[in-house]
Every structure is written in structure tokens, then in C-alpha cells.
Nanobody, 120 residues
Framework: QVQLVESGGGLVQPGGSLRLSCAAS????????MGWYRQAPGKQRGLVAT???????NYLDSVKGRFTISRDNAKNTVYLQMNSLKPEDTAVYYC??????????????WGQGTQVTVSS
């Protein structure tokens, strides 16, 4: 079984920072692209940032310059450093990973979600 386990969400004041982490565990052969998506109340889930296994990154325009995605391939872990947080960043953040599982099929996996609330 493959699992993505997230941590690091919480309540922070505007202008503050949070760091999200997500580790892939279980039986698998490899991890390709990893990333973070978010879903605010009443809105669809959308991309925040992704990172390939070679380090190529992609960001939502509204988070560029404030958020940084990184990964540790040895630990199969992806991070999202969020600085200068704004109330509009409030959402449930979901970790994503494209993983080659034990039957050698590349499959998209999702974490359970972690709440990020930016409020004074």
C-alpha cells in the first residue's frame, strides 16, 4: 500500500509562515512528480506548486515569490515553505505524488489534506 502523510498545517496570522511536509511510504519502485494542491470552501481543488524528480518547479502565479516547493528524494518527501501568507491562502492543502507502485503502474496518489488558516 502507498500512503502520503502530511503535516505542518495550522492557524497563522497574515504575513506569517508555515512549512508543510508530505512523506510517501509503502511499497513502490519510484516517485516522479510531487506537489501541493489546495481547496478553499466553495471552490475547486487547484494546483499550488509541483516539483519533478529532477527538481523542475511550477507555481500558481499568486504564490510565486512567497511559496517555495522542495523535495528530498532519499526520503520521498516534499515540502512547501509558505511565507508572507495572506487570508486568501486559507484552504485545505493536499499533497500529490505520481508513484510507480509494486505492480509497476504509475499512479496518482493524494494525501488526506491539512488545513491552513490565515487569520488575525
Amino acid at each position: 500500500q502507498v500512503q502520503l502523510v502530511e503535516s505542518g498545517g495550522g492557524l497563522v496570522q497574515p504575513g506569517g509562515s508555515l512549512r508543510l511536509s508530505c512523506a510517501a511510504s509503502g511499497n513502490f519502485f519510484g516517485v516522479s512528480t510531487m506537489g501541493w494542491y489546495r481547496q478553499a470552501p466553495g471552490k475547486q481543488r487547484g494546483l499550488v506548486a509541483t516539483i519533478t524528480d529532477s527538481g523542475g518547479t511550477n507555481y500558481l502565479d499568486s504564490v510565486k515569490g512567497r511559496f517555495t516547493i522542495s523535495r528530498d528524494n532519499a526520503k520521498n518527501t516534499v515540502y512547501l515553505q509558505m511565507n508572507s501568507l495572506k487570508p486568501e491562502d486559507t484552504a485545505v492543502y493536499y499533497c500529490y505524488a505520481n508513484i510507480r507502485n509494486k505492480v509497476a503502474a504509475w499512479t496518482d496518489y493524494w494525501g488526506q489534506g491539512t488545513q491552513v488558516t490565515v487569520s488575525s
